[in-house]
């Protein structure tokens, strides 16, 4: 099994991104805190620090928010230069049925996907897209129990599951092939409970490709519970 080759690419700030933010979560563990877009850490709502950094990486972007749980109070609290849109069966649907609505309301032939309820550092998005699929992926601050993947010597992602080092980052850009696969998989109704990364592995099972690639720098934390607040707050 081969190691994540480190990338480091050039931005092209003339070049219009494409977001999308699936922000639906019901996030059991952490309704005391609030819906977790609006968890403040650092005096700043984690939706606000994502946009910010979104905003400073690439000037040029259509961010698209899709929103579930406690989604007025997560609306007024987005920019009205994003795209909102509201997954009304949030508590009945996994994250895949957010992408979908996400989909929808994007004309472009690409996506950056970037979980909503993700810490990151403005290290994280320095990545160019280009004509090749990929996932972001890293060993070091996402929780050992967060979804991983293998990679093969080609530096290619070959599954997703869990028990393996390297995790995924929960940042995907999808074009071309594996993205018109995502729109089959997650349009299709009878899909409204899968995870993300199950519909990667079946995009990966149809003969979709994403390449690997890590970020040095990036700082990337999945926040599922208080501690993961806490752990932020640390390592920063």
């Not at 009205?80 to 992408?99: D, F, L």
Request: one cysteine or more.
């Amino acid at each position: 099994m081969g190691n994540a080759t480190r990338n480091i690419f050039k931005i092209k700030n003339n070049r219009e991104y494409n977001v999308l933010i699936p922000a639906a979560g019901l996030g059991t563990r952490m309704r005391s805190y609030s819906a977790k877009p609006i968890i403040k850490i650092a005096q700043k709502t984690l939706i606000q620090h994502q946009l910010d950094i979104i905003n400073g990486q690439w000037g040029k972007n259509t961010t698209t928010i899709v929103v579930g749980y406690d989604a007025n109070k997560v609306m007024n609290a987005i920019p009205n230069t994003t795209i909102k849109v509201e997954n009304e069966s949030y508590a009945t649907s996994n994250v895949v049925r957010s992408i979908g609505l996400g989909l929808r309301a994007h004309t472009r032939d690409s996506v950056i996907i970037i979980y909503g309820d993700l810490f990151i550092n403005a290290s994280s998005l320095r990545f160019e897209c280009g004509n090749e699929s990929f996932l972001v992926v890293e060993n070091q601050n996402m929780d050992i129990n967060e979804i991983g993947c293998t990679i093969s010597d080609t530096n290619k992602i070959e599954y997703m599951r869990y028990d393996t080092p390297m995790k995924w980052a929960q940042v995907a850009y999808l074009t071309g092939r594996e993205l018109e696969l995502m729109k089959n998989i997650a349009w299709n109704p009878n899909n409204k409970n899968l995870y993300g990364y199950e519909a990667i592995n079946i995009i990966l099972d149809k003969g979709g490709q994403f390449k690997s690639v890590n970020i040095p720098g990036a700082f990337f934390r999945d926040i599922d519970c208080a501690k993961d607040i806490t752990y932020i707050e640390e390592n920063l």
